[in-house]
């Protein structure tokens, strides 16, 4: 026997979930990996006829005697391997065999999500139909992961089958409790479909008929309803075998299969087998008419692979019934899950009887009530909608309408009014709402991540961000601009022209002779191929000796400063213009060119301070000019200036060389290196 094994392209397959790209109903959603065949211990291969691959979105209702009714909603198939048609069977060993499957826009199917007593839920199956072998093994061997699929649509707003007459009055709607004031009113509810943390506002507009009522409190309570419908009783008969294949044969290639060539398209269909039925309105998913269909497993399928004597899910014949009439309400809406436990024999499949679950999602009270003129009280009431809970846990669920089961959620209202005769509690029309799976905040931000994914999918593998913006500028730069030079490959050793180049452009950046060059941009190319030249290894991060001191912002200065002409000596002019946005925008993030280049990058603004300390000296004398100080006075306080802070500095240092010869005498004598004379006491006599 051989056994089957899926592994993901991207990610871990080992837990429950496969992973997959996109956003249903949203985006083009792209299932991709690769499905193993290995012997068994035997080591023997065997005689199969099809290998398929297929993701599929299932609806489950189970019943009291947990006897389960299955209908298949979608069904994206794909052959990977198949016997050849002169042949019966054909042997299969050991291969690998890589898949592409993707699931259109406008794929029909629920959001996964489980209830009590229904649930609807995606599979990624991989299936191998064989001969058939002694010991009670069947024919069919299934691997299968579930898929966390989730809509990123909107259902349509709700349908009211008998909706209210035009009425000049805005206040259309009148209770009708026997022995209670009449009152008329009107709800305001959101129109469009809400998601999870959505704020629902609920305004009320109540007008008792007689001016004496008043309204003390109201409740607001979101009811979700969910319809389970009556399902037939099945037979054995109606387990028919599947066809032999869901799709046309293709030939088997050693690239991955890829089922939708035009996955950006809106209105694009499934190349896999889907039902008409199923696409009876291209413009909507969620109104899904599908024919049920019954299925019977040889094992419960607690785990992710299974054993089948029977098809998973039998193909509905050409003489069966025709859909099960959906009852009228007053909305449509769609289906909820439940555990999925088949049973073993056809026979436990009896009447499901309609039933009703409903469940108060969110609620709030309010009063204080405000009346105008005219005796209308209004109030509005915000609720929020919860977080989406985990696939772990009892969905929320969103609308939805399928033949099994439909889920609706209400806005139900209840106020409590005062009269002569006393209080009285009047509960109004519900009002239906539109629930989506996510909300619209989710589907902007799960757009942009797919758009910023496409856009990104030909940039480089590169972990850095800084790479791939450098590459972008410089791509998107004009080829006359300073950003489009090539960059500039790595020499084995400096030579004494750049050297002197880079100590010159250093030196006379200031002068009139670099006029004609591109300040920022030369020195910037200066500086990295002597950076590069120079470049020696450096010490592990624990030691920071001689050779790591080249690199600090302090020697980088230094040796700028030493091979430039002091301030005094240079002469006034402008200051050349700064380095161009993109490169000043770079500067602090290109760390890895060094601090050299980073203090190169920075002589521009010393420039201009240096500039401004001339301006600002000039002013000076102009100022002392007008105050009528003789210049020869003003020249001998600024020579005489010099010498003075001269004198001190001398007489500063020789302080400190004193005084470091005493430590050091002091030092040596603790030790015992220098002999101190002894004085012999003097005799008195």
């Known amino acids: 026997m051989l056994q089957l094994h899926i592994a993901s392209l991207s990610g871990n397959a080992g837990h429950r979930y496969f992973p997959f790209n996109g956003y249903l109903g949203l985006t083009p959603v792209t299932v991709q990996g690769v499905v193993h065949t290995t012997f068994d211990s035997d080591g023997k291969p065997s005689r199969a006829r099809l290998l398929t691959v297929a993701v599929r979105c299932y609806e489950t209702r189970i019943s009291r005697p947990r006897a389960a009714h299955s209908v298949l909603l979608v069904d994206q198939s794909v052959t990977l391997w198949q016997k050849p048609p002169t042949a019966d069977w054909e042997h299969l060993g050991e291969a690998e065999y890589p898949f592409t499957i993707t699931l259109p826009k406008r794929s029909p199917g629920f959001s996964t999500a489980n209830f009590h007593d229904y649930r609807t839920f995606w599979r990624l199956e991989a299936v191998l139909e064989h001969a058939h072998a002694s010991g009670g093994v069947g024919n069919r061997i299934v691997r299968y992961y579930d898929l966390a699929l989730v809509r990123y649509d909107t259902p349509p707003p709700p349908i009211t089958v008998n909706p209210p007459q035009p009425s000049a009055h805005t206040l259309h709607l009148k209770t009708t409790k026997p022995r209670a004031p009449v009152i008329r009113y009107n709800i305001s509810t959101p129109t469009l479909p809400i998601g999870p943390n959505d704020l629902i506002f609920t305004s009320l507009f109540l007008q008792p008929l007689d001016p004496s009522v008043s309204i003390r409190s109201a409740s607001v309570v979101v009811e979700r309803r969910i319809d389970l419908r009556n399902v037939a009783s099945s037979s054995a008969s109606d387990l028919t075998p599947p066809p032999p294949s869901p799709v046309p044969a293709t030939p088997v290639s050693a690239h991955p299969v890829t089922v939708d060539d035009s996955p950006f398209d809106d209105d694009a269909t499934l190349t896999g087998h889907l039902s008409a039925r199923y696409l009876s309105d291209p413009r909507s998913p969620y109104s899904l008419t599908p024919s049920p269909s019954s299925s019977t497993l040889n094992s419960t399928s607690s785990g992710t692979s299974s054993s089948t004597t029977h098809p998973l899910l039998a193909a509905p014949s050409h003489h069966s019934s025709s859909p099960i009439k959906i009852p009228d ?126 856009e990104g999918g030909g940039r480089s593998k590169s972990k850095s961000p800084w790479r791939a913006r450098r590459e972008q500028d410089v791509a998107g730069s004009p080829p006359g601009s300073p950003e489009a030079i090539p960059p500039v490959p790595p020499r084995s050793a400096p030579s004494s022209s750049d050297r002197a180049r880079h100590a010159h452009k250093s030196g006379t950046r200031d002068g009139a002779g670099s006029a004609g060059a591109v300040p920022g941009r030369s020195l910037d190319l200066d500086a990295t191929r002597a950076k590069a030249a120079r470049k020696t290894p450096r010490r592990p991060h624990t030691s920071a000796g001689p050779r790591d001191k080249s690199n600090l912002p302090y020697a980088a200065q230094a040796e700028m400063s030493m091979s430039s002409t002091p301030d005094a000596d240079l002469p006034p002019m402008a200051s050349p213009p700064p380095p161009p946005p993109s490169s000043s925008r770079r500067g602090p993030r290109e760390s890895g060119l060094g601090e050299s280049l980073a203090y190169a ?15 600002r000296e000039r002013e000076r004398e102009r100022e002392r000019e007008r105050r009528g100080e003789p210049r020869e006075e003003r020249r001998k306080t600024k020579e005489t200036a010099p010498v003075e802070e001269v004198r001190a500095w001398e007489q500063e240092l020789a302080r400190i060389e004193q005084r470091s010869r005493r430590s050091s005498a002091g030092m040596l004598g603790s030790w015992g290196l220098i002999k101190r004379k002894r004085v012999a006491p003097s005799s008195g006599g």
Request: proline share 8%; charged share 25%.
């Open 601 to 615: 990058l920075q002589e521009p603004q010393r420039a201009k301070h240096r500039e401004r300390e001339r301006e």
């Open 329 to 454: 309400h007053p909305r449509r809406s769609s289906t909820p899950p439940s555990t999925f436990s088949p049973t073993s024999s056809p026979s436990t499949f009896h009447d499901m009887p309609p039933r009703t679950l409903t469940m108060n999602v969110v609620s709030t009270d309010c009063n204080g009530f405000a009346c105008d003129g005219t005796g209308v009280w209004t109030k509005t009431m915000t609720l929020q909608w919860p977080a989406p809970r985990s696939l772990s846990r009892w969905a929320l669920g969103e609308t939805m309408h399928s033949a099994l089961a439909s889920v609706r959620f209400f806005i139900r209202v209840k106020i409590t009014i005062a009269s002569s005769a006393g209080t009285e509690a009047l509960e109004l029309e519900p009002r239906e709402l539109s629930v989506a799976a996510t909300s619209e905040a989710e589907r902007h931000l799960a757009l942009s991540k797919y758009r910023e994914q496409r």
